[in-house]
């Protein structure tokens, strides 16, 4: 069955780092464009950055843009997002997705993972 696993996350400081890895298996991953999605208590889903199948283009939310990168090893089936200059606003439930209808746009017939629990706070 298809599965995308997220992990990495956790507890850290202002201004920290963190790196996040979404582990795919039982579809073809390289393939698939792929996003991170993220969403904070009482607010909606919040479209955070995507990459191609191949992984020359990527995309950032304005709100990340700068500090946060994403990255894929196809031969690992590996999709990561590094984050750089984590800030209190950046504590939310990170989500992996595939982008079949359109790179940046996940929707319920993409397959999503379960998410990484990420907190921000001194």
């Known amino acids: 069955e298809v599965q995308l696993v997220e992990s990495g996350g956790g507890l850290v400081q202002p201004g920290g780092s963190l790196r996040l890895s979404c582990a795919a298996s039982g579809f073809t991953f390289g393939m698939y464009d792929m996003s991170w999605v993220r969403q904070a208590p009482g607010k909606g889903p919040e479209w955070v950055s995507a990459?191609?199948?191949?992984?020359?283009?990527?995309y950032y939310a304005d709100s990340v843009k700068g500090r946060f990168t994403i990255s894929r090893d196809n031969a690992r089936n590996t999709l990561y997002l590094q984050m750089n200059s984590l800030k209190p606003e950046d504590t939310a439930v990170y989500y992996c997705?595939?982008?079949?209808?359109?790179?940046?746009?996940?929707?319920?017939?993409?397959?999503w993972g379960q998410g990484t629990q990420v907190t921000v706070s001194s």
């Open positions: 997705a595939t982008d079949r209808k359109a790179m940046g746009v996940p929707d319920d017939d993409d397959y």
């Open positions: 990459i191609n199948a191949g992984g020359a283009y990527t």
